[in-house]
């Protein structure tokens, strides 16, 4: 039997078929989803029960992620993540295709998830791999609300006049806490960080119907306590795009990720972070060598780095755009 041991991981994708979704996954990422009709949505690194990743190369393959945190623990995560999560990995990596819009909705943060459904909240972010044009999304209120109001609106068919619409371009990413109303518009493609939740309240869906005429449950009630029915001046992250340099996106208690566009190769010191670090490659391709052990990256994959490797070098001939997501 091989001796296991730990290198930058791949996992085998997990491709969801979804009544938005659309092609893109393949069309523009190169990702087969076949025999699916659509994809909505891949699952990168995934820790939920009954989606759980497996390694898809090298002498891992085909363990589970808690089977591997059960294994290697602190070394594969992280010491402080293992103390707070045990084998329960804590971040969920997707990409998301939306050929139409999906159901405005909400998610519960950490208590009232724990409470309803002995799972984690989700709190998530979304950088915009690519937008159609004149593609739009939903991100909280245009204005304070309240339940009552809400409601109001809801009843009477009116919502969207109480949300915040954007439109949105290429490059634009926006951090999403738990409770904050919000959806994905038709014609965008997205990569997704998020808490490793499956929890998901459905306030409307446009009356939608199914392949056998059924609409999808929505959640009215579930949602009245999860929602955030304050308004904010900036929905979208403001960050200064720059090459060749590591450029912040999102700093939250559940996840920091970092923007890394670059023309040449880098090396990145994680000495200092108790953590696993993810890379989500948008862009090119690298490959991501630590101690001896070398994995290479593409457009639509991810790279689960684990937390042994103290460094890494980022070698790229032509170049390459990834997110870089670690616990804080």
Known sequence: MSKRYLYPLKF?????????????????????????????????????????????????????????????????????????????????????????????????????????????GKSEMWYVFQADEGAKLISGFNRETSREEYLQYLNSGKLTELLNEEEVQAGDCFYLPAGRVHTIGKGLLLAEIQQSSDVTYRIYDFDRTDDEGNKRELHTEQALDALDYHAYSEYKTNYKRGLNEVVPLVKSQYFQTNLLEFTTGIIREHFDQDSFIIYTCLEGSANLASEGQTTKICMGEAVLLPRKFKSVHIKANSGFKMLETFMP
């Open 12 to 120: 085998d994708t997990i491709f969801k078929e979804k009544i938005w979704g659309g092609t893109k996954i393949n069309d523009v990422l190169g990702k087969d989803f076949s025999p699916l009709k659509n994809c909505g949505e891949t699952w990168e690194i995934s820790g939920v029960p009954g989606n759980l990743s497996k390694v898809s190369e090298g002498v891992l393959k085909g363990s589970t992620l808690p089977e591997l945190i059960e294994e290697f623990k602190e070394d594969l995560i992280g010491k402080k993540v293992y103390e707070a999560f045990g084998n329960e990995f804590p971040l969920l990596v997707k990409f998301i295709d939306a050929a139409q819009d999906l159901s405005i909705q909400v998610h519960p943060d950490d208590k009232l998830a724990r409470e309803r459904h002995n799972s984690l």
